[in-house]
């Protein structure tokens, strides 16, 4: 059974850092396109950033420069790393498979990143 854990988020200022980590069960992650999505309130979850098993990446215009997607797949885990944040990236952050139509099925709880003075 897959499940994504993700940790590190927390309160921070405007223009500080933080680096969110996602701890997959299962095999399934080397072999996955896998994603950070985030969920503000009263807005719907959107993608932020997409990596390959071979370590492509693509990220949404809003976080690109200051957001980093890594992957270590001997550990099952994937990093979002955060700089330069702002009061908008506000949200719920999720990890979970990308361009997998089984994603919906493991969604976890999150972890909750707040920006903010």
């Known amino acids: 059974q897959v499940q994504f854990v993700e940790s590190g988020g927390g309160l921070v200022q405007p223009g500080g850092s933080l680096r969110l980590s996602c701890a997959a069960s299962?095999?399934?992650?080397?072999?996955?396109?896998m994603g950070w999505y985030r969920q503000a309130p009263g807005k719907q979850r959107e993608l932020v950033a997409l990596?390959?098993?071979?370590?492509?990446?693509h990220y949404t215009d809003s976080v690109k420069g200051r957001f980093t997607i890594s992957r270590d797949n001997g550990k099952n885990t994937v990093y979002l790393q955060m700089n330069s944040l702002k009061p908008e990236d506000t949200a719920v952050y999720y990890c979970n498979l990308g361009s997998n139509p089984l994603a919906d099925k493991y969604w976890g709880q999150g972890t909750q990143v707040t920006v903010s003075s």
């Open positions: 299962g095999a399934i992650l080397s072999l996955s396109v």
């Open positions: 990596i390959s098993s071979g370590g492509n990446t």
